[in-house]
């Protein structure tokens, strides 16, 4: 299969918008391996500052720390891609942008960094809204660099999406 083109993130990343007018709701993004492919995406909507009250792109440690409040501890402990560091990530952007949802994702896009237990295309997506524990998937792409970034992108869209379709 073959990884998401700009036209299907800006579809899902109009049909998120949509969701989140109708609930009225904002939302903030923390992104690292994407690099703002995430904003990107829901930003190709027009009138997007509705509902997008802005994002992170934390791609060090430094900035996932420092800037949304990710505990040093917690990624000394687990490593930044990982499933707690992606709902640390996911809650940290809801809480700077006081937003309803935040979503996240931190991966090894490649060609370089992965390992035997975090293969290149490791993705962990997040999502944190304000009444309920964040939810955080798996996935590992198997595409190129910008395969695996926009395949992680259109993963946390759609896990945003259905947060929001589901929410009662």
């Known amino acids: 299969m073959s990884p998401p083109s700009e036209a299907d993130l800006a579809r899902v990343g109009a049909q998120l918008g949509k969701a989140l007018r109708a609930r009225d709701w904002q939302l903030a993004t923390a992104e690292s391996s994407t690099g703002g492919l995430i904003g990107h995406a829901i930003t190709m909507t027009a009138g997007a500052s509705d509902y997008y009250a802005g994002g992170v792109i934390g791609y060090s440690n430094l900035a996932k720390e420092a800037v949304l409040g990710v505990p040093r501890e917690l990624i000394e402990a687990n490593g930044a891609v990982s499933e707690e560091v992606a709902a640390a990530l996911a809650e940290g952007a809801a809480h700077r942008f006081d937003a309803d949802l935040g979503v996240s994702v931190t991966g090894i896009a490649g060609p370089d960094g992965g390992s035997a237990r975090k293969p290149i295309?490791?993705?962990?997506?997040?999502?944190?809204?304000?009444?309920?524990p964040p939810r955080v998937e798996h996935h590992v792409f198997g595409h190129d660099r910008?395969?695996?970034r926009a395949a992680a992108a259109m993963a946390a869209l759609q896990l945003a999406l259905d947060e929001v379709s589901a929410a009662g």
């Open 121 to 132: 295309g490791t993705h962990y997506v997040g999502v944190a809204r304000r009444d309920a």
């Open 146 to 148: 910008n395969g695996n």
